[in-house]
């Protein structure tokens, strides 16, 4: 918001420097982007550029010549965001806000409320993002739970930055490997045994606490009609009745992270419509899918987007290998109109990022169109110890008992918190602790606190303002600019977050914004001339209060893409304001 249109004003001033002949620049489309930055020493002004001395290069001047032309042309008049500019150090360019500037940023915070932060810069440009795609042998992890978060928060920053995003879940059911059946084999004994049986599960078998819920829901539904049904005969109709049961468990365990698909897309489906053998056709046309030694491969390595080596596309027994299945997806992805698609993929699927994108350059789409997110591994800890509560899985830990455990909110902010390519400690201790040292709890503190300054100013008789009309040149202090700032900031973090495909920026911008509302807030309790309600100064408390709802809307957005509540009340009290 502020930096924004601070850089509308420096490319104007360098547009002016070019079109006046006072710079020889290039045109502007060639030149690097402009950075406004918060200068670390607050008495160097408001904000700061280094654009000077990145141009300086261009035009092969020096940084100081070419600052002071840029503060020449700089324009100070009515509705400019500036009082001052000055050139300093090297040639950074320093800025000093007008009067009454940061007033009318938090009016606008205020006024647009629950759609601060909201832009178009996506201009409608259609995006799927691809996120969990568990297999439908097991129920969904915790390191699923990861991806669910990271997933859901970037589709939600593409969508407050003007994408028109679609949130979609593949379903690996076409694949009829000796995991698979043995997948059904396990859910077929454990159907016998609620009959009464004495079928054992396979050594190999899935013995997780799930698959006697799917084998449970089977015979609910259908009742005893396969219980006299040879193994032979009970594998494949259990492959589809497994695999359906799973998908409903993975579903609802989702749903339960309040995380909800537009689409559930069917592999099976895919092949059963003829669209890997269509593509594998087209492969083989575009002279890029080649058969030897009774196998089809795609020849990769003459692509040059970093496959290490040709793979295999149809085994010599026939059967297709799962690139085949995903280039099939992908294209079908591309024929529904999408312009961009995202994937967000384990640690485990890192080698299949090269091979998926020299597929499609194969097929002759722009592979750069594909987004690949690979996330780390999370490890849970308790005492410090890592943990493991894999009661219904067998073997890990199922997302729905970290919830039971942490509860939704403290499990998305964690996972949230880390750049995916970092692996995740995930505290168990710290996630149930109702004290500061939780971020969580850190970060709807500060919203509770603002809740609880409007509850106090009521039962003192006091309204919330208007912010058109309140006085907000009385915020002077420093604690009351850092803040106003730092709400700016929000619409520059969101289309950042969702630029880069990084929605760790908003837990990070939200543990900010929080700090340095705590700390605000705190100065109140031990000095009274600093707390929001001022009974003998009406303009300053409506001007404060203002404050508080610019904090209290930009925490509540920021939450909402989060995916996190925004609690009104917490257990601590504070019994000043």
């Given at each position: 918001?502020?930096?924004?249109?601070?850089?509308?004003?420096?490319?104007?001033?360098?547009?002016?420097?070019?079109?006046?002949?006072?710079?020889?620049?290039?045109?502007?489309?060639?030149?690097?982007?402009?950075?406004?930055?918060?200068?670390?020493?607050?008495?160097?002004?408001?904000?700061?550029?280094?654009?000077?001395?990145?141009?300086?290069?261009?035009?092969?001047?020096?940084?100081?010549?070419?600052?002071?032309?840029?503060?020449?042309?700089?324009?100070?008049?009515?509705?400019?965001?500036?009082?001052?500019?000055?050139?300093?150090?090297?040639?950074?360019?320093?800025?000093?806000?007008?009067?009454?500037?940061?007033?009318d940023a938090l009016r606008q915070i205020v006024r647009e409320g629950d759609a601060f932060g909201r832009s178009d810069v996506g201009k409608g440009q259609r995006v799927l993002v691809e996120f969990v795609s568990a297999n439908p042998n097991g129920p969904v992890t915790v390191a699923h739970g990861r991806g669910g978060a990271i997933g859901d928060a970037l589709a939600a920053?593409?969508?407050?930055?003007?994408?028109?995003?679609?949130?979609?879940?593949?379903?690996?059911?076409?694949?009829?490997?000796?995991?698979?059946?043995?997948?059904?084999?396990?859910?077929?004994?454990?159907?016998?045994?609620?009959?009464?049986?004495?079928?054992?599960?396979?050594?190999?078998?899935?013995?997780?606490?799930?698959?006697?819920?799917?084998?449970?829901?089977?015979?609910?539904?259908?009742?005893?009609?396969?219980?006299?049904?040879?193994?032979?005969?009970?594998?494949?109709?259990?492959?589809?009745?497994?695999?359906?049961?799973?998908?409903?468990?993975?579903?609802?365990?989702?749903?339960?992270?309040?995380?909800?698909?537009?689409?559930?897309?069917?592999?099976?489906?895919?092949?059963?419509?003829?669209?890997?053998?269509?593509?594998?056709?087209?492969?083989?046309?575009?002279?890029?899918?080649?058969?030897?030694?009774?196998?089809?491969?795609?020849?990769?390595?003459?692509?040059?987007?970093?496959?290490?080596?040709?793979?295999?596309?149809?085994?010599?027994?026939?059967?297709?290998?799962?690139?085949?299945?995903?280039?099939?997806?992908?294209?079908?992805?591309?024929?529904?109109?999408?312009?961009?698609?995202?994937?967000?993929?384990?640690?485990?699927?890192?080698?299949?990022?090269?091979?998926?994108?020299?597929?499609?350059?194969?097929?002759?789409?722009?592979?750069?169109?594909?987004?690949?997110?690979?996330?780390?591994?999370?490890?849970?800890?308790?005492?410090?110890?890592?943990?493991?509560?894999?009661?219904?899985?067998?073997?890990?830990?199922?997302?729905?008992?970290?919830?039971?455990?942490?509860?939704?909110?403290?499990?998305?902010?964690?996972?949230?918190?880390?750049?995916?390519?970092?692996?995740?400690?995930?505290?168990?201790?710290?996630?149930?602790?109702?004290?500061?040292?939780?971020?969580?709890?850190?970060?709807?503190?500060?919203?509770?606190?603002?809740?609880?300054?409007?509850?106090?100013?009521?039962?003192?008789g006091i309204a919330l303002p208007d912010a058109e009309t309140a006085d907000l040149a009385l915020l002077t202090h420093e604690g009351e600019i850092a803040l106003i700032k730092k709400l700016a900031d929000f619409p520059e973090e969101v289309q950042e977050a969702a630029a880069d495909c990084a929605p760790q920026r908003i837990p990070r911008y939200v543990l900010d914004l929080?700090?340095?509302?705590?700390?605000?807030?705190?100065?109140?309790?031990?000095?009274?001339?600093?707390?929001?309600?001022?009974?003998?100064?009406?303009?300053?408390?409506?001007?404060?209060?203002?404050?508080?709802?610019g904090v209290r809307a930009v925490l509540a957005n920021a939450f909402r893409l989060l995916g996190i509540s925004a609690p009104e009340r917490m257990t601590r009290e504070d019994t000043d304001v």
């Open positions: 918001m502020i930096k924004e249109q601070l850089t509308q004003v420096v490319a104007d001033a360098v547009a002016a420097c070019r079109e006046q002949g006072v710079l020889p620049l290039p045109p502007e489309d060639t030149l690097p982007p402009i950075e406004i930055d918060v200068p670390r020493n607050a008495g160097f002004g408001d904000y700061a550029t280094n654009v000077a001395l990145v141009l300086a290069k261009v035009v092969r001047k020096p940084p100081r010549q070419v600052a002071e032309s840029i503060v020449g042309k700089l324009r100070f008049a009515y509705g400019s965001p500036l009082q001052s500019a000055e050139v300093a150090g090297a040639g950074f360019i320093n800025f000093r806000l007008a009067p009454g500037f940061l007033g920053l593409l969508d407050w930055t003007g994408h028109r995003v679609a949130r979609e879940f593949y379903i690996n059911d076409a694949t009829n490997s000796t995991q698979m059946k043995t997948f059904a084999r396990s859910v077929f004994a454990r159907y016998r045994q609620l009959l009464g049986g004495d079928d054992t599960v396979p050594e190999d078998g899935y013995p997780g606490e799930y698959v006697i819920d799917i084998a449970r829901d089977i015979l609910e539904r259908d009742g005893e009609k396969y219980k006299d049904l040879s193994l032979d005969e009970a594998v494949p109709l259990f492959l589809d009745l497994a695999t359906q049961g799973m998908q409903e468990q993975q579903e609802a365990a989702l749903r339960g992270f309040g995380i909800v698909y537009d689409n559930w897309y069917s592999e099976k489906a895919l092949h059963e419509k003829g669209a890997v053998e269509a593509v594998l056709e087209e492969l083989k046309a575009r002279g890029h899918a080649e058969e030897e030694n009774g196998a089809l491969w795609l020849r990769s390595t003459r692509l040059d987007l970093g496959d290490d080596k040709d793979r295999v596309l149809v085994r010599a027994d026939g059967s297709a290998t799962y690139i085949a299945g995903d280039l099939a997806y992908h294209k079908d992805k591309f024929s529904r109109g999408f312009d961009r698609l995202i994937n967000i993929w384990g640690a485990d699927h890192h080698g299949y990022v090269a091979r998926t994108k020299a597929g499609l350059a194969a097929l002759g789409f722009d592979p750069a169109r594909l987004f690949i997110l690979i996330y780390q591994l999370v490890r849970l800890l308790k005492n410090g110890q890592e943990v493991r509560m894999g009661k219904r899985a067998g073997n890990y830990v199922t997302l729905e008992e970290l919830l039971d455990e942490a509860g939704q909110d403290a499990a998305r902010f964690f996972f949230l918190m880390r750049s995916p390519d970092s692996p995740l400690d995930f505290d168990l201790d710290l996630a149930k602790k109702q004290e500061k040292e939780n971020p969580v709890y850190y970060a709807q503190y500060a919203h509770a606190r603002c809740c609880s300054v409007f509850e106090k100013a009521g039962a003192a929080a700090a340095l509302f705590h700390g605000y807030y705190d100065l109140g309790n031990r000095d009274s001339a600093l707390r929001f309600v001022q009974p003998d100064n009406p303009a300053l408390t409506a001007a404060r209060l203002s404050l508080a709802m």
